[in-house]
């Protein structure tokens, strides 16, 4: 079955994903650290996603990637964008930048 979705509906769909996950966010000296939770930033894990104030660059891991690129089919960019705009309303920040190592594995 195929549904017609238009942009801005997807665009609320991502943003309701990404809120419904609730991540864990670190902030350090005006850089913001997203984690899956608490307990892999406890643990020594790696951060899903990092904000770069002095540089207004996001950093969105592969994983991530790979869930909303696979789920919704969108192409990298499209999915690097959407996820930008959703960390600019959640931190209120601009971004400038944004990057992944998608594909570097």
Known sequence: MKYLIKDTQLKTIIFEVLNDHDYFILEDD???YFFES???WRNGGYAIMAYRQ???????????LRVITGYFSLSLEESI???????????GLEIS?????YGAD
């Not at 964008?81 to 931190?91: A, N, P, Q, T």
């Not at 930048?97 to 190592?101: I, R, T």
């Open 38 to 40: 608490e307990d892999i």
């Open 81 to 91: 964008f959407i996820i930008s705009l959703w960390v600019e309303s959640k931190l």
């Open 30 to 32: 005006g850089d913001y």
């Open 97 to 101: 930048y944004s990057y992944s190592d």
């Open 54 to 64: 002095n540089s207004k660059e996001l950093f969105v891991s592969s994983d991530l």
